[in-house]
């Protein structure tokens, strides 16, 4: 769709993604309704950001009488499939979109799009750099999609010798009908299953990234994570790979030998940085670090382009963050980490003795391998959350009478860092990676990181 002249287009929720796109259409001269299950009175910033727009507004449900003479419905991103508004407007054939497919519809130049389970944040912004290395200050590169600002709001000032850096997630992917130039699909594990009720469905949403990809297109996967390498059948043109290991065939792409970052561009083999020069910790932001030059090697950047945006970089906040030492110990904030896999990659990140503060909300995922690693590895955990009774049985049926460590149950984040605060020991690292979301106590985990920080700072 791209006229968009007297179009009748209804936004389900009104957050960042679904407030952004209602500016964009209106400008393009669409008739747009807004609607969202919250009442007027908690709405009412979002409206007034609105406010002089031709915008009708239903709150409070989602009545099927908002389908009638609808030329499309646009989901924002916590709006499932599920919800009967949405399966009545399949069932009447009206297509469903959302701000990243009609933002890449729109926009005039390349777009590299990044997805996965874990790292897409840390690879999007080290790419983002990467690009700016290598093509600013003539050309502009532009991050955003499930980070920052949506892009639709910027389409406008985006010009054709640009370059576009977008990171996409499962709930943006699972309604998309367009594929981005380069797609990367750096991982693929339990996540998010209470909205996508299995793991195939998942996987499912997460491969629509390269569906819709064409024979010039490149897709960038992951050689050494299942999840991902299972997807290069479905490779419509160029693959670069990446992987700790040197592949064993002539694939183009990213791997480690002889303590290097090293690219194999097809005929020769390109050294990009030492492996001691890295600030990130943990074999999992290497491979985020090998993902970032695959695909920046795959959008024609060079190496000292790659050394350039690689250099200072020390991560994205909530990402293994430093926050203080205090009583002789290093407190860190990994508030991203809301499934126990993501967790148990921040664990395999330190060789010091852990305190790890564990809790939230619960994504029905599984805790056990979590549980069975925490057992070996962990001297202290502080569970905390609506989760809690769940992730202590998983610790307790993991201990089997064997080494296990002292485990305390509190109510809340707060009190888990006060609990924290007063075993800690010198030499020890306080690892704040919880495993769960956010939502049982807070607005986001960007909110219960800072609310982290916060309380750790104010310790003394």
């Given at each position: 769709?791209?006229?968009?002249?007297?179009?009748n287009v209804?936004?389900?929720?009104?957050?960042r993604?679904?407030?952004?796109?209602?500016r964009?259409l209106?400008?393009?001269?669409?008739?747009?309704?807004i609607?969202?299950?919250r009442?007027?009175?908690?709405?009412?910033?979002a409206?007034?950001?609105?406010?002089?727009?031709?915008?009708r507004?239903?709150?409070?449900?989602?009545?099927f009488?908002?389908?009638?003479d609808?030329?499309?419905l646009?989901?924002?991103?916590?709006?499932?499939?599920?919800l009967?508004?949405?399966i009545?407007?399949?069932?009447?054939?009206?297509?469903?979109?959302n701000?990243?497919?009609?933002?890449?519809q729109?926009?005039?130049?390349?777009?590299?799009?990044?997805t996965g389970?874990?790292?897409?944040?840390t690879?999007?912004?080290?790419v983002?750099r990467?690009?700016?290395?290598?093509?600013?200050?003539?050309?502009?590169?532009?991050?955003?999609?499930?980070?920052?600002?949506?892009?639709?709001d910027?389409?406008g000032?985006?010009?054709?010798a640009?370059?576009?850096?977008?990171?996409?997630s499962?709930?943006?992917?699972e309604?998309?009908?367009?594929?981005?130039?380069?797609?990367?699909?750096?991982?693929?594990?339990?996540?998010?299953?209470d909205?996508?009720?299995?793991l195939?469905?998942y996987?499912?949403?997460?491969?629509?990234?390269?569906?819709f990809?064409?024979?010039?297109?490149?897709?960038?996967?992951?050689?050494e994570?299942?999840?991902?390498?299972?997807?290069?059948?479905?490779?419509r043109?160029?693959?670069?790979?990446?992987?700790?290991?040197?592949?064993q065939e002539?694939?183009q792409?990213a791997y480690?030998?002889?303590?290097w970052c090293?690219?194999?561009?097809?005929?020769?083999?390109l050294?990009?940085?030492?492996l001691?020069?890295?600030?990130?910790?943990?074999e999992?932001?290497r491979?985020?670090?090998?993902?970032?030059?695959?695909?920046?090697?795959?959008?024609?950047?060079?190496?000292?382009?790659?050394?350039?945006?690689?250099?200072d970089f020390?991560?994205?906040k909530h990402?293994?963050?430093?926050?203080?030492?205090?009583?002789g110990?290093?407190?860190?904030?990994?508030?991203?980490?809301?499934?126990?896999?993501?967790t148990?990659?921040?664990v395999?990140?330190?060789?010091?003795?852990?305190l790890?503060?564990?809790?939230?909300?619960?994504k029905?995922?599984?805790?056990?391998d979590?549980?069975?690693?925490?057992?070996?590895r962990v001297?202290?955990?502080?569970?905390?959350?609506?989760a809690?009774?769940l992730?202590?049985k998983?610790?307790?049926d993991a201990?089997?009478?064997?080494?296990?460590?002292?485990?305390q149950?509190?109510?809340?984040?707060?009190?888990?860092?006060?609990?924290?605060?007063?075993?800690v020991?010198?030499?020890?690292?306080?690892l704040?990676?919880?495993?769960?979301?956010s939502?049982d106590?807070?607005?986001?985990?960007?909110?219960?990181?800072?609310?982290y920080?916060?309380?750790?700072?104010?310790l003394?």
């Amino acid at each position: 769709m791209q006229n968009w002249q007297n179009r009748n287009v209804i936004i389900l929720g009104a957050a960042r993604q679904g407030l952004a796109l209602a500016r964009y259409l209106t400008a393009q001269g669409a008739l747009v309704t807004i609607s969202d299950q919250r009442s007027p009175a908690q709405l009412e910033q979002a409206r007034q950001s609105l406010q002089g727009k031709n915008i009708r507004w239903v709150l409070g449900e989602h009545p099927f009488s908002l389908l009638e003479d609808a030329d499309l419905l646009c989901l924002s991103g916590g709006i499932p499939f599920t919800l009967p508004i949405v399966i009545e407007a399949q069932r009447r054939g009206i297509p469903l979109s959302n701000d990243s497919q009609i933002f890449m519809q729109a926009a005039p130049c390349p777009v590299i799009g990044i997805t996965g389970s874990a790292g897409k944040t840390t690879t999007t912004t080290l790419v983002g750099r990467i690009l700016q290395a290598a093509f600013m200050p003539e050309h502009t590169v532009w991050v955003g999609g499930n980070i920052g600002l949506p892009l639709i709001d910027l389409v406008g000032d985006i010009q054709p010798a640009d370059r576009v850096v977008l990171e996409l997630s499962s709930f943006q992917l699972e309604q998309m009908t367009l594929s981005p130039q380069i797609a990367a699909v750096l991982n693929i594990t339990p996540n998010h299953l209470d909205r996508h009720g299995t793991l195939e469905a998942y996987t499912a949403a997460k491969a629509r990234i390269l569906d819709f990809q064409t024979p010039d297109s490149t897709a960038v996967l992951n050689r050494e994570d299942p999840g991902s390498w299972n997807l290069h059948s479905r490779v419509r043109g160029r693959l670069v790979s990446f992987g700790l290991q040197r592949p064993q065939e002539a694939f183009q792409g990213a791997y480690v030998e002889n303590g290097w970052c090293c690219l194999f561009d097809g005929q020769k083999t390109l050294r990009v940085v030492p492996l001691k020069d890295i600030q990130l910790r943990g074999e999992h932001n290497r491979l985020n670090i090998l993902a970032a030059f695959a695909i920046a090697f795959a959008a024609g950047c060079p190496v000292q382009a790659m050394i350039a945006g690689l250099q200072d970089f020390k991560g994205v906040k909530h990402r293994l963050e430093f926050v203080r030492e205090y009583r002789g110990a290093y407190w860190y904030n990994d508030s991203i980490a809301t499934a126990p896999e993501r967790t148990m990659a921040a664990v395999r990140s330190f060789d010091e003795p852990l305190l790890l503060l564990l809790g939230g909300r619960d994504k029905n995922l599984p805790w056990q391998d979590l549980a069975q690693m925490a057992v070996r590895r962990v001297d202290q955990v502080v569970i905390f959350g609506e989760a809690a009774p769940l992730i202590e049985k998983a610790l307790r049926d993991a201990q089997n009478g064997g080494k296990s460590p002292h485990i305390q149950v509190v109510s809340h984040l707060h009190e888990a860092v006060q609990a924290a605060a007063k075993v800690v020991t010198p030499g020890m690292v306080v690892l704040f990676s919880p495993g769960g979301t956010s939502f049982d106590e807070f607005k986001d985990f960007e909110e219960r990181g800072e609310r982290y920080c916060e309380w750790v700072n104010q310790l003394s």
